[in-house]
């Protein structure tokens, strides 16, 4: 089955500063891949989400890249602020009817001021 | 959009007794929904998937009798946690998803499940 793993496991960047994390798959037919933002005791939250018919997706601050051949996508996150502090996961499954998605261990981002 | 929403957020019982948790899609139609558990600190593990009208598959090493899941219309999926015991104490969560080429799953906030 498919694996993904993340990192780094924690993150502390200065306020304004970028963060990357990155994630590699190992399954090659997985072609969806979303990032999700999880706040201490709540649901995880979609933020942004790539398919493999593209290389890169950017909504304001944040962006996705994906390397199809290397297996690897990342997310980056600019101009960082206190509110993007959090556990971001990342995750790949196969297209299709609803399918299961398989989460990296997570990264805690910290964003000092 | 794509809301959904679990209840109780909450939860306590005492050891062998059963909880019932339930799950919402409540602005669109959910063909399947997924029930996960996280540890403190830890990933998400999906424990089994379930489709509108049909039985749930569970992942390895899950125990269907233990955990019963239901979903009996477009928007509502259960999740009955029978005889529980201090370890299945963990935060239990819900995605929904409304299939076809729409791979997104939109989670709920979570229940917080302790049993004593």
């Known amino acids: 089955g498919e694996n993904v793993e993340q990192h780094p496991s924690t993150l502390s960047v200065q306020e304004g500063d970028s963060a990357v994390i990155k994630c590699t798959y190992s399954?090659?037919?997985?072609?969806?891949f979303p990032w999700y933002k999880q706040e201490l005791g709540k649901g995880p939250q979609l933020i942004i989400d790539?398919?493999?018919?593209?290389g890169e997706k950017k909504d304001q601050r944040i962006a996705v890249t994906l390397n199809k051949t290397a297996k690897h996508f990342s997310l980056h996150i600019t101009e960082t602020q206190p509110e993007d502090s959090a556990v971001y996961f990342c995750?790949?499954?196969?297209?299709?009817?609803?399918?299961?998605?398989?989460f990296g261990t997570g990264t805690r981002l910290q964003v000092t001021l | 959009g794509a809301v959904v929403s679990q209840h109780p957020s909450r939860v306590i019982c005492k050891s062998g007794t059963s909880v019932k948790i339930e799950c919402r899609s409540l602005?669109?139609?959910?063909?399947?929904m997924f029930w996960y558990r996280q540890f403190p600190k830890q990933s998400l593990m999906l424990m089994a998937t379930?489709?509108?009208?049909?039985?749930?598959?569970?992942e390895q090493g899950v125990e269907k009798d233990k955990f019963l899941i239901n979903h009996a219309s477009l928007t509502l999926s259960t999740l009955t946690v029978t005889s529980a015991h201090p370890e299945d104490s963990s935060f239990y969560i819900c995605?929904?998803?409304?299939?076809?080429?729409?791979?997104?799953?939109?989670f709920g906030p979570g229940t917080r499940l302790t049993v004593t």
């Open positions: 790539i398919r493999s018919n593209v």
């Open positions: 995605s929904a998803s409304s299939g076809g080429l729409g791979d997104e799953q939109y």
């Open positions: 995750a790949a499954s196969k297209s299709g009817t609803a399918s299961k998605l398989t």
């Open positions: 399954d090659s037919a997985s072609n969806y």
């Open positions: 602005d669109f139609q959910a063909t399947t």
């Open positions: 379930s489709n509108e009208g049909s039985k749930a598959t569970y």
